[in-house]
């Protein structure tokens, strides 16, 4: 059974910073790519960041480039979203998803992932 689970989201205030992980377990994702995403109250799930398979094919949101870094860790099937400079407006329960192939032309679309995590809050003051 594929299963996804994030860590690390939290209380912080604005121009913090805070490390968002997620670990995959049941099978290995090496060769996928992997994003994250997030979902404010009462908007839609959008794109955040997207690494490819390889870990150096990566794609930001305009929103947090150059604030937000991903990552990934194949040995232990686990990707980071190291994110600083935190605003009010980041404020969302942020997800991790399994794309469905190692890297895609389609890496901002929801329908690009095929596994998902139950996600983590991340709450940013002001």
């Known amino acids: 059974q594929v299963r996804l689970v994030e860590s690390g989201g939290g209380l912080v205030q604005a121009g913090g910073s805070l490390r968002l992980s997620c670990t995959a377990s049941?099978?290995?994702?090496?060769?996928?790519?992997m994003g994250w995403f997030r979902q404010a109250p009462g908007k839609e799930r959008d794109f955040v960041a997207h690494i490819g398979w390889t870990g150096t094919t990566i794609y930001y949101a305009d929103s947090v480039r150059g604030r937000f870094t991903v990552s990934r860790d194949k040995a232990k099937n686990t990707v980071y979203l190291q994110m600083s400079s935190l605003k009010p407006e980041d404020t969302a329960v942020y997800y991790c998803a399994v794309d469905r192939y190692g890297s895609g032309i389609r890496y901002s679309s929801n329908e690009e992932y095929i596994y998902w995590g139950q996600g983590t809050q991340v709450t940013v003051g002001s």
């Open positions: 049941g099978r290995s994702f090496a060769n996928n790519a």
